[in-house]
């Protein structure tokens, strides 16, 4: 019996890290499609399109890619907090056994918000969401004086 439970033990935490890794994957994705896409639009539309429409156009695939990196990390988050869970009370009891939804651990890890103003979100997404509502700005502040 001891054995019948070390085997779902790990057949159960295999199956949680699988879960983590997938969530690591995607946030490290969305980040490299992120930087991708900001520097082949720049790349692509040098001096032929006003650089306002380009900033507008830019700053809402950069607020997308920064909500999902968010999902994916908060998400990664639930599953790190299920995966000790697991750790500490699968031996003890059967509840919840492979089940793999992570809401029922949103309580036990930082809110969605939190982790979406996380220091290293708001550097990588933030800086340069920043520059182009800067950029927004002038380049709308200079349209209008110039009329």
């Known amino acids: 019996m001891e054995e019948r439970n070390e085997r779902i033990l790990h057949k159960e935490i295999d199956l949680i890290q699988d879960c983590i890794k997938r969530m690591a994957h995607n946030s490290f994705l969305i980040k490299g499609w992120s ?5 082949v639009v720049l790349a692509l539309t040098k001096d ?4 306002l429409f380009i900033s507008i156009i830019l700053l809402l695939p950069i607020l997308g890619f920064w909500y999902l990196d968010t ?7 639930m599953y790190r907090a299920m995966y000790e869970w697991v750790i500490k009370n699968r031996l003890k009891s059967d509840e919840r056994l492979y089940e793999l939804n992570p809401r029922k651990y949103e309580d036990s890890v930082d809110r969605f918000s939190k982790v979406f103003f996380s220091i290293t979100l708001r550097i990588f997404y933030g ?8 950029i927004i700005v002038l380049k709308t ?7």
Request: proline share 3%; with cysteine; hydrophobic share 60%.
């Open 35 to 39: 930087i991708t896409l900001i520097a």
């Open 48 to 51: 032929k399109v006003d650089f």
């Open 71 to 77: 999902f994916f990390l908060h998400t990664e988050k």
């Open 127 to 134: 800086i340069p969401a920043l520059v182009l509502l800067i």
């Open 141 to 147: 502040i200079q349209k209008f004086s110039l009329c």
